[in-house]
Nanobody, 125 residues
Framework: QVQLVESGGGLVLAGGSLRLSCAASGRTFNVNAMGWFRQAPGKERDFVAAISGSGSTKYADSVKGRFTISRDYAKNTVYLQMNSLKPEDTAVYYC???????????????????WGQGTQVTVSS
């Protein structure tokens, strides 16, 4: 199994920045593509950003130009740098990992095999 632990969430003013981290442990040789999703109260869990095993990236239109996903393969960690935060970015952010996705960047929840517990991000106006 693979365990994912997110960190870095918190409360920030609109316009501010946060960096989320997600560390994978366990059978990390199973980890290929990784991604971030978020879920606001009463809403679906939505795609935010993802990175393939080879390093290609994709972003939701709502975060393009403000968020950056990256990964440290040696540390089995994926990051989400969030700049110019808006109140509508408020949500629980979840890290996900897939056994597949060396080339293709996965944007659908169904393509991920492992999930973290989530970290709360609150952006106040």
């Amino acid at each position: 199994q693979v365990q994912l632990v997110e960190s870095g969430g918190g409360l920030v003013l609109a316009g501010g920045s946060l960096r989320l981290s997600c560390a994978a442990s366990g059978r990390t040789f199973n980890v290929n593509a990784m991604g971030w999703f978020r879920q606001a109260p009463g809403k679906e869990r939505d795609f935010v950003a993802a990175i393939s095993g080879s390093g290609s990236t994709k972003y939701a239109d709502s975060v393009k130009g403000r968020f950056t996903i990256s990964r440290d393969y040696a540390k089995n960690t994926v990051y989400l740098q969030m700049n110019s935060l808006k109140p509508e970015d408020t949500a629980v952010y979840y890290c996900a990992a897939s056994r597949s996705g060396t080339i293709v960047v996965f944007t659908s929840k169904s393509e991920y095999d492992y999930w973290g517990q989530g970290t709360q991000v609150t952006v106040s106006s």
